[in-house]
């Protein structure tokens, strides 16, 4: 038994942890952040668990670690140094991308795992 109540390999419980983990690192506004509590929260994963298939949420979940990484990077170039770690950072992202064709496939699902990141 896992916290998503069954077995760790159900397609629903797999979409659950994935909508879990967009939810969890979502850019949201200042507005929306004052908002935010426990009702809302299920209001809007129960939305994406109706209206959104896993790959959807998978892209979501990747612009969101791409607007992190770009935030990242604004700081560090205000930063000493941090034109440095720009290059480093950007050269750091494509050799990712490069490297991206690695599949996980689970029940016929594939995902490009390097793509996520």
């Known amino acids: 038994m896992d916290s998503y109540g069954g077995n760790k390999e ?13 939810l969890a690192i979502k850019i949201r506004s200042t507005e929306e952040l004052d908002r935010i ?34 935030l990242k990077i604004e700081d560090l170039e205000k930063n000493d140094g941090g034109k440095k770690n720009l290059l480093s950072a950007t050269t750091s992202q494509l050799t990712n991308h490069e490297n991206a064709h690695e599949d996980t496939s689970i029940d016929g699902i594939s995902v490009e795992s390097k793509n996520l990141i």
């Not at 159900?10 to 967009?22: G, H, M, Q, R, T």
């Not at 299920?42 to 979940?61: G, P, T």
């Open 37 to 70: 509590n426990d009702g809302n929260l299920l209001d809007e994963k129960s939305k994406l668990i109706e209206n959104f298939d896993c790959f959807q949420i998978l892209e979501y979940i990747r612009s969101s670690i791409e607007i992190i990484m770009n």
């Open 10 to 22: 159900d397609p629903v419980n797999i979409k659950e942890a994935i909508i879990d983990l967009y």
